[in-house]
């Protein structure tokens, strides 16, 4: 029998090769480094968040602390009111402020959620005042 095109008959079975265990193998290795790369992607954006949010933190208490500082002559409840409002600002919260001399001194804190189900929270403490020396 001679199949269309005059060369001969069709085969009646597709031809196989490599019919072994193998078959799809490639696929699940590349599924595993495809994995291994979001993991190490999710890591990444966790480490890079949390290292955001501490200078956040550093930059409200920083900013925070010299606020008060210009408001340290009208008294304690001033400048830590003013630091609060410029830690606030800069997206951060007031954990203590305490005047000391005409120095002030914030601690800031900002959350941080990194991965979902995960919060922390990041802390700095800065002093500011006048010139000595």
Known sequence: MIGPGGRGAAPSAPCRRGTGGERGGATVCLLAVGLVFV???????????????????????????????????????????????????????????????LDVLVTAEVAVTPLPGLSRVATATARAGPVRG
């Open 39 to 101: 993991v190490v992607g999710l890591f990444g954006a966790a480490v890079g968040a949390a290292r955001t949010a501490r200078q956040q933190a550093r930059v409200a208490a920083d900013l925070g602390a010299l606020a008060g500082a210009g408001q340290a002559l009208q008294g304690e409840p001033a400048a830590c009111g003013r630091a609060a409002e410029i830690a606030a600002a800069n997206g951060g919260s007031t954990l203590a402020c305490r005047l000391d001399g």
